[in-house]
């Protein structure tokens, strides 16, 4: 059988721009992904050098300032520094758990990310359920630093794994049922749709105003979740020297540097998205209502103001937990248990159980 060569040059042809389109689509499917890491990246060297400005500023004293600009690039120097040192490992150590500690640990909490809304349908993953598959993901970092503490072979570092574990679990509770009285108050546990009901109000339907006992639970708790002062028993630099760090260098120590800003960044951005509002323009309709529209608006306009609007919001709330650094004193670790078991597991039981009332008697 002899086939014409227009007709094999028509197949060829056919087959090329076939495969052409799967390449084309596969490109487009990592381009999110690649510009959401990239983005996250600026964010945590951003949260790097404000916490480093506002910290000296507290303290009275210069913060970085040569490294760039207003020391822009510390950060920066400060991971490159890291990236170049040598990778130590415990000569009696677990290295298997050693090395996959700190991997767990910050893809655990880059999971996250995916959740979030940034504008309007401008999320990577609008699930049903994203507000808790944050909640599920986000649990799954302390296992990570159980297994550094315990691959470690160093008393210090398996007393920090264990008191990240313990720490998770007492405050993980109360997160959960402040997000479960959120997911109440909107009829929905998507993080779209927790923020478009938010945004019927204007700056009065923030669930700040309708859930004022949710909120405080949930910034303790989240700071309880990051580790961070006066909750950071985990690596208390007194007692355990370093926690569970305590063995690390070079990059792997930098992992977990980067896993509690990657932490920070998304608690900060899950209360702004649950409680201040998300993306919406907080101006009451009377005043600029064809301005207000711009959370429904589409193309890249509409999709930098939302942006803009939500990081904003993001980076002004994490002057509470940065200025809370300098402010108290770091709990004991019973202090810490009894705090997240005695007061605000029951204080967060309450507040749901009032909320899912006022929802029966509202229908």
Do not use: H
Request: hydrophobic share 50%; proline share 4%; charged share 15%.
């Amino acid at each position: 059988m002899i086939i014409d060569t227009p007709e094999v040059q028509d197949i060829d042809s056919f087959y090329r721009l076939e495969f052409l389109k799967e390449v084309y689509g596969i490109i487009w499917l990592f381009i999110p992904i690649l510009t959401l890491v990239l983005g996250i990246t600026i964010g945590v060297l951003v949260i790097v050098w404000l916490e480093r400005e506002i910290s000296a500023g507290i303290q009275q004293r210069i913060g970085p300032e040569y490294a760039g600009p207003l020391g822009v690039l510390q950060a920066l120097a400060d991971g490159t520094k890291l990236l170049f040192k040598e990778n130590l490992f415990p000569s009696r150590g677990d290295t298997r758990l050693f090395s996959i500690g700190p991997s767990i640990a910050v893809i655990s909490i880059l999971i996250s990310y995916l959740v979030v809304p940034f504008g309007y349908r401008l999320v990577l993953a609008d699930l049903n359920i994203g507000v808790f598959l944050w909640i599920a993901i986000s649990s799954i970092a302390p296992i990570g630093l159980l297994m550094s503490g315990y691959g470690s072979n160093n008393k210090y570092s398996f007393l920090g794994g264990l008191r990240a574990a313990a720490q998770s679990i007492s405050y993980e509770i109360p997160l959960t049922l402040c997000v479960l009285s959120i997911s109440l108050l909107s009829n929905s546990s998507s993080t779209i749709d927790i923020v478009e009901a938010q945004s019927k109000y204007g700056l009065g339907g923030w669930n700040l105003w309708r859930q004022p006992i949710g909120f405080i639970i949930f910034l303790i708790s989240s700071l309880a979740e990051c580790e961070r002062l006066p909750f950071d028993l985990p690596e208390a630099e007194e007692e355990l020297v370093a926690g569970y760090q305590t063995e690390y260098s070079g990059i792997k120590f930098g992992l977990f540097y980067v896993a509690s800003y990657l932490n920070l960044l998304v608690s900060s951005l899950f209360v702004t998205v649950l409680y201040l509002g998300g993306w919406n323009i907080s101006i009451p309709d009377i005043y600029l209502s064809e301005f207000f529209e711009i959370n429904k608006m589409g193309g890249v306009f509409g999709a930098t103001i939302g942006i803009f609007i939500t990081l904003a919001k993001t980076y002004l709330f994490l002057f509470i937990p940065i200025t809370t650094r300098w402010t108290l004193p770091r709990l004991r670790m019973d202090q810490l248990l009894n705090l997240g078991w005695k007061f605000l597991l029951p204080i967060s039981l309450g507040n749901l159980l009032l909320t899912t009332s006022s929802q029966l008697f509202s229908l």
